[in-house]
């Protein structure tokens, strides 16, 4: 059994209509259940998502407000007023404001952008630059990504006199800012067919508007914050990311081409994950540490060479912003370990002085995922004695209704169920600390605490070959609302399996079943090779990919997780060296058992815990769920009763015996009488003298002949005295067979068999016997 530290929770789409899927649609078993589980319930529905195209664009003009603010703009170009492009510090707000500057531009007008800095002006409209802009004579402002709360700063700007057009998708409040248009695909006035577009999303609809035609050369940018700002990728957005990624894998763009060679990307496999881990973060890290106004100035560039100067700066940046990460989540960690109080608490709130709260929600999402937790990190700033962060959440702690509950200490916060900003005084950290863990420990179960891993597609094998797994890159972009699949496969056993690296911390299988094989990689799993066993059947879950070596194709699966309800033993036998496999036992779970007295003393030394000797007391009240077997019994019935009472998850078989016979073997009858007579005729016979010489002459072991001896004298043919054997007048008629010490031999030289010496398969199958509760006759013992 693998005690995995998440609940696996499988759902199981309907195979009836899989089946009617994969007859319809023509498609492969696994991409019909990717479909069902996606919530697909008709052929026509599901056909239509594959065949997604041009015509899923709505009219930008269904938007509320896009006429007026398409002729406020006109007016503006024609009039040649100055036009100032305002967006936001992250991904989805750079390519919004390169979107809405390019058309711009195209058009004619007289444009420039600002993005305020994370840091001076904080998020969205800034009354600062706003007044700086009029300073420099802008007289339209377009706010891009961002605007919809910035009521008060829109006051300032037509107090001064200038237009404000607001383009935005965040949340409208109950009351809008008074701009001169507010175009967003939520508008409380408006009825648009869609309304999850980003930032991005709703520049382009205003450039579609103010082109007057689709502009496709925009689509790659659009793609770039579509998938990075996380929204649902259906609908539009869908088919802008779908036809981004495409144009993306063929721009001509110096930007995205620079992109490529710093994120170490083939353009030409541009994909959504592209996005998400190697273009975004670059992108996100000018905003995080700085100004991000340059990341419009990057994408927008003409010259090659400009292009890659400044993704070499993006992606500097994008290392110090990763350094800086690692380093204070190390530091967070060291507090968690180091003290109790933070450590136990139920959810992690942890401070820190001169932490960038630019990058202190990156560093949350990591101790979620370390720890599952509901997770806060603070950025003190002594001298105003405030502190800012960010925070991430798990399920069934919904952080903003929690947060809420402490309005009193919170004079800024925002948010949603799974994550949220918030500044308070410094010196109510522990205060909030103490408050959230007890609202945690009211809604939060144990079962709460475990993280869950979703699998919707579980398979066998025999559905999985190269042509299945390309097929279900017809379903690409996978993203949020539709989620890029875990599959489970049930049902398999080990073939093979090897740790991997230079470090041996990664492993690599082959699994079967049903005489179909698949090989298995997992990154920094290697430790699983101590946990797995052959013989057993183990559910995989993880990710299918297409491995690639000298032009030979084959399907893998990236190993996310391995699970087996099965009990498993572990092979140690024959190991001397302690050392060798005492690393690959989890010793907070272990007991160590010993039959006999002289293996705890030789062992007590060797291992850094307690050995238990066996006593018919042991149960699973004082027993942990895994076992070392560290000698064999004196007899199968001890082990037997072990079995009964502790029902190990673990059996690790060490079985070590420091006087083995199973190789001697039981002497012959031939034997037996040959030395007999022998005697006989001596009638005394010097055994430390010449006991040794006469194993040589017959090819004996000496230990055989000292056994035998003791078999004479048990039975009373031979007396011993002071290394002087005698033989006995008239000795009583025995049988061999009746010596204590012949019958003990013998029962050794069984144990030996069934447990030292046995085929890991036999021996397997006799614990199974014993743990699965069936009754064993005693020719089975």
């Not at 404001?97 to 195209?106: A, G, I, N, S």
């Not at 995080?288 to 560039?301: C, I, K, T």
């Given at each position: 059994?693998?005690?995995?530290?998440?609940?696996?929770?499988?759902?199981?789409?309907?195979?009836?209509?899989?089946?009617?899927?994969?007859?319809?649609?023509k498609i492969s078993s696994i991409s019909a259940k990717i479909l069902v589980a996606r919530g697909f319930t008709t052929v026509e529905a599901a056909r239509a998502f594959l065949t997604i195209d041009e015509q899923t664009i709505h009219d930008p003009f269904?938007?509320?407000?896009?006429?007026?603010?398409?002729?406020?703009?006109?007016?503006?170009?024609?009039?040649?007023?100055?036009?100032?492009?305002?967006?936001?510090?992250?991904?989805?707000?750079?390519?919004?404001?390169?979107?809405?500057?390019?058309?711009?531009?195209?058009?004619?007008?007289?444009?420039?952008?600002?993005?305020?800095?994370?840091?001076?002006?904080?998020?969205?409209?800034?009354?600062?630059?706003?007044?700086?802009?009029?300073?420099?004579?802008?007289?339209?402002?377009?706010?891009?990504?961002?605007?919809?709360?910035?009521?008060?700063?829109?006051?300032?700007?037509?107090?001064?006199?200038?237009?404000?057009?607001?383009?935005?998708?965040?949340?409208?409040?109950?009351?809008?800012?008074?701009?001169?248009?507010?175009?967003?695909?939520?508008?409380?006035?408006?009825?648009?067919?869609?309304?999850?577009?980003?930032?991005?999303?709703?520049?382009?609809?205003?450039?579609?508007?103010?082109?007057?035609?689709?502009?496709?050369?925009?689509?790659?940018?659009?793609?770039?914050?579509?998938?990075?700002?996380?929204?649902?990728?259906?609908?539009?957005?869908?088919?802008?990311?779908?036809?981004?990624?495409?144009?993306?894998?063929?721009?001509?763009?110096?930007?995205?081409?620079?992109?490529?060679?710093?994120?170490?990307?083939?353009?030409?496999?541009?994909?959504?994950?592209?996005?998400?881990?190697?273009?975004?973060?670059?992108?996100?890290?000018?905003?995080?540490?700085?100004?991000?106004?340059?990341?419009?100035?990057?994408?927008?560039?003409?010259?090659?060479?400009?292009?890659?100067?400044?993704?070499?700066?993006?992606?500097?940046?994008?290392?110090?912003?990763?350094?800086?990460?690692?380093?204070?989540?190390?530091?967070?960690?060291?507090?968690?370990?180091?003290?109790?109080?933070?450590?136990?608490?139920?959810?992690?709130?942890?401070?820190?002085?001169?932490?960038?709260?630019?990058?202190?929600?990156?560093?949350?999402?990591?101790?979620?995922?370390?720890?599952?937790?509901?997770?806060?990190?603070?950025?003190?700033?002594?001298?105003?004695?405030?502190?800012?962060?960010?925070?991430?959440?798990?399920?069934?702690?919904?952080?903003?209704?929690?947060?809420?509950?402490?309005?009193?200490?919170?004079?800024?916060?925002?948010?949603?169920?799974?994550?949220?900003?918030?500044?308070?005084?410094?010196?109510?950290?522990?205060?909030?600390?103490?408050?959230?863990?007890?609202?945690?420990?009211?809604?939060?179960?144990?079962?709460?605490?475990?993280?869950?891993?979703?699998?919707?597609?579980?398979?066998?094998?025999?559905?999985?070959?190269?042509?299945?797994?390309?097929?279900?890159?017809?379903?690409?972009?996978?993203?949020?609302?539709?989620?890029?699949?875990?599959?489970?496969?049930?049902?398999?056993?080990?073939?093979?399996?090897?740790?991997?690296?230079?470090?041996?911390?990664?492993?690599?299988?082959?699994?079967?079943?049903?005489?179909?094989?698949?090989?298995?990689?997992?990154?920094?799993?290697?430790?699983?090779?101590?946990?797995?066993?052959?013989?057993?059947?183990?559910?995989?879950?993880?990710?299918?990919?297409?491995?690639?070596?000298?032009?030979?194709?084959?399907?893998?699966?990236?190993?996310?997780?391995?699970?087996?309800?099965?009990?498993?033993?572990?092979?140690?036998?024959?190991?001397?060296?302690?050392?060798?496999?005492?690393?690959?036992?989890?010793?907070?779970?272990?007991t160590f058992i010993a039959f006999r007295e002289m293996t705890v003393n030789y062992y007590d030394s060797l291992i850094p815990q307690k050995i238990q000797s066996y006593s018919e007391d042991i149960s699973n009240e004082n027993c942990m769920p895994y076992?070392?077997?560290?000698?064999?019994?004196?007899?199968?019935?001890?082990?037997?009763?072990?079995?009964?009472?502790?029902?190990?998850?673990?059996?690790?078989?060490?079985?070590?015996?420091?006087?083995?016979?199973?190789?001697?073997?039981?002497?012959?009858?031939?034997?037996?009488?040959?030395?007999?007579?022998?005697?006989?005729?001596?009638?005394?016979?010097?055994?430390?003298?010449?006991?040794?010489?006469?194993?040589?002459?017959?090819?004996?072991?000496?230990?055989?002949?000292?056994?035998?001896?003791?078999?004479?004298?048990?039975?009373?043919?031979?007396?011993?005295?002071?290394?002087?054997?005698?033989?006995?007048?008239?000795?009583?008629?025995?049988?061999?067979?009746?010596?204590?010490?012949?019958?003990?031999?013998?029962?050794?030289?069984?144990?030996?068999?069934?447990?030292?010496?046995?085929?890991?398969?036999?021996?397997?199958?006799?614990?199974?016997?014993?743990?699965?509760?069936?009754?064993?006759?005693?020719?089975?013992?």
């Amino acid at each position: 059994m693998i005690a995995t530290e998440k609940r696996w929770r499988i759902n199981r789409p309907d195979e009836q209509l899989v089946k009617k899927f994969v007859d319809e649609l023509k498609i492969s078993s696994i991409s019909a259940k990717i479909l069902v589980a996606r919530g697909f319930t008709t052929v026509e529905a599901a056909r239509a998502f594959l065949t997604i195209d041009e015509q899923t664009i709505h009219d930008p003009f269904e938007m509320y407000g896009m006429k007026e603010a398409v002729d406020r703009i006109q007016k503006a170009i024609q009039n040649r007023e100055k036009i100032l492009v305002y967006g936001d510090y992250d991904s989805d707000g750079i390519t919004s404001t390169t979107v809405m500057k390019t058309v711009l531009q195209d058009l004619g007008a007289d444009v420039s952008h600002m993005i305020p800095n994370r840091f001076i002006d904080g998020y969205g409209p800034s009354e600062r630059l706003f007044k700086q802009a009029h300073e420099e004579g802008y007289q339209l402002i377009i706010t891009v990504d961002n605007g919809i709360a910035g009521n008060h700063e829109v006051q300032v700007a037509k107090e001064l006199g200038m237009d404000v057009i607001v383009t935005d998708h965040h949340e409208p409040g109950e009351i809008l800012p008074p701009a001169d248009v507010i175009i967003h695909p939520r508008h409380p006035a408006g009825n648009y067919p869609f309304g999850e577009l980003a930032g991005v999303g709703v520049a382009f609809k205003v450039a579609h508007a103010l082109y007057g035609k689709l502009p496709k050369h925009l689509l790659e940018i659009a793609a770039i914050g579509t998938v990075a700002d996380l929204v649902p990728l259906l609908d539009e957005n869908r088919y802008l990311v779908k036809a981004g990624l495409e144009a993306l894998q063929h721009s001509t763009r110096p930007a995205i081409q620079a992109l490529c060679k710093v994120a170490g990307v083939n353009q030409q496999e541009i994909d959504e994950e592209t996005i998400g881990f190697g273009f975004a973060p670059r992108l996100n890290a000018l905003g995080r540490l700085g100004d991000a106004a340059p990341g419009v100035d990057f994408l927008m560039a003409q010259n090659a060479a400009e292009a890659m100067t400044m993704a070499s700066s993006l992606n500097e940046k994008n290392k110090e912003r990763q350094a800086m990460v690692t380093s204070i989540t190390e530091q967070a960690i060291a507090m968690i370990e180091n003290d109790e109080e933070i450590g136990h608490s139920q959810v992690l709130v942890i401070s820190g002085e001169g932490w960038n709260p630019g990058v202190v929600g990156i560093v949350a999402s990591r101790l979620v995922e370390k720890y599952y937790r509901p997770t806060i990190i603070l950025s003190i700033d002594v001298e105003k004695g405030v502190a800012k962060g960010s925070a991430r959440s798990i399920e069934g702690f919904h952080m903003y209704k929690e947060l809420a509950k402490n309005k009193d200490i919170l004079p800024a916060f925002g948010g949603h169920p799974m994550a949220a900003g918030m500044t308070l005084a410094m010196e109510d950290i522990d205060e909030l600390r103490y408050r959230l863990d007890q609202q945690a420990r009211e809604c939060l179960t144990e079962d709460a605490l475990t993280p869950v891993l979703d699998i919707d597609i579980p398979l066998t094998l025999d559905e999985i070959d190269i042509n299945a797994i390309e097929d279900v890159r017809k379903l690409a972009p996978f993203g949020t609302s539709f989620a890029k699949p875990v599959y489970a496969i049930e049902d398999t056993s080990i073939r093979s399996m090897k740790k991997i690296g230079a470090n041996e911390d990664h492993i690599k299988l082959q699994i079967v079943s049903n005489n179909q094989e698949l090989d298995v990689v997992g990154f920094h799993k290697g430790y699983l090779v101590d946990e797995l066993t052959y013989g057993i059947q183990v559910f995989f879950a993880g990710d299918l990919q297409i491995n690639e070596w000298n032009g030979r194709k084959k399907p893998q699966l990236l190993l996310q997780d391995a699970r087996t309800d099965e009990w498993q033993l572990f092979d140690l036998r024959g190991i001397r060296q302690v050392a060798r496999w005492l690393q690959t036992i989890p010793l907070e779970e272990v007991t160590f058992i010993a039959f006999r007295e002289m293996t705890v003393n030789y062992y007590d030394s060797l291992i850094p815990q307690k050995i238990q000797s066996y006593s018919e007391d042991i149960s699973n009240e004082n027993c942990m769920p895994y076992v070392v077997l560290l000698d064999l019994p004196p007899n199968v019935r001890m082990l037997e009763q072990l079995l009964e009472n502790v029902r190990p998850n673990r059996i690790y078989a060490h079985f070590y015996i420091p006087d083995s016979h199973y190789f001697d073997g039981m002497p012959t009858r031939e034997q037996f009488v040959w030395y007999y007579t022998f005697l006989r005729k001596r009638r005394i016979f010097q055994l430390r003298q010449n006991l040794t010489e006469l194993a040589k002459h017959k090819g004996w072991s000496r230990d055989m002949l000292i056994f035998m001896t003791q078999v004479f004298f048990e039975l009373g043919f031979v007396t011993i005295d002071n290394g002087l054997a005698k033989i006995v007048d008239h000795p009583p008629k025995k049988e061999l067979t009746s010596a204590k010490i012949y019958q003990q031999r013998a029962q050794q030289m069984a144990l030996e068999q069934t447990l030292l010496y046995a085929p890991y398969k036999d021996l397997r199958e006799w614990f199974d016997l014993r743990l699965n509760g069936q009754s064993v006759s005693e020719e089975e013992q």
